[in-house]
């Protein structure tokens, strides 16, 4: 289920491993090893993976499969809006 995630996650958001791997301070290889269920990323790891993407440890892990957004910073009205958006988008 991680590796799936992790694949998942990275390639929603159109980056490839390299990328990815620079992001995290790591080598292509690790990611790729990850993806490919190979070897499990460390605790420490696992966590920098999860701010990453902006998902919790648990989705990551398939523990649960609710995802959240990170509104801080936005004001109410701005939630709002993108309550509206999201409400309209599972309609569809």
Same mark, same amino acid.
């Given at each position: 289920? !991680?590796?799936? #995630?992790?694949? =998942?996650?990275?390639? *929603?958001? %159109?980056?490839? =491993?390299?990328? $990815?791997? #620079? =992001? $995290?301070?790591? +080598?292509?290889?690790?990611? @790729?090893?990850?993806? &490919? &269920?190979?070897?499990?990323?460390?605790?420490?790891? !696992?966590?920098?993976?999860?701010? +990453?993407?902006?998902? @919790? *440890?648990?989705?990551?892990? %398939? !523990?649960? &499969?609710?995802?959240?957004?990170?509104?801080? %910073? $936005? @004001? *109410?009205?701005?939630?709002?809006? !993108?309550?509206?958006?999201?409400?309209? $988008?599972? #309609?569809?």
């Amino acid at each position: 289920m !991680l590796n799936e #995630r992790i694949r =998942q996650l990275r390639e *929603a958001r %159109g980056m490839t =491993q390299v990328e $990815l791997a #620079r =992001q $995290l301070s790591v +080598t292509k290889q690790s990611v @790729s090893n990850w993806e &490919n &269920n190979n070897i499990m990323p460390s605790i420490d790891m !696992l966590i920098r993976i999860s701010k +990453t993407f902006s998902v @919790s *440890a648990d989705y990551l892990l %398939g !523990l649960e &499969n609710r995802q959240t957004l990170d509104v801080s %910073g $936005l @004001s *109410a009205e701005q939630i709002l809006h !993108l309550q509206a958006l999201i409400n309209d $988008l599972k #309609r569809n």
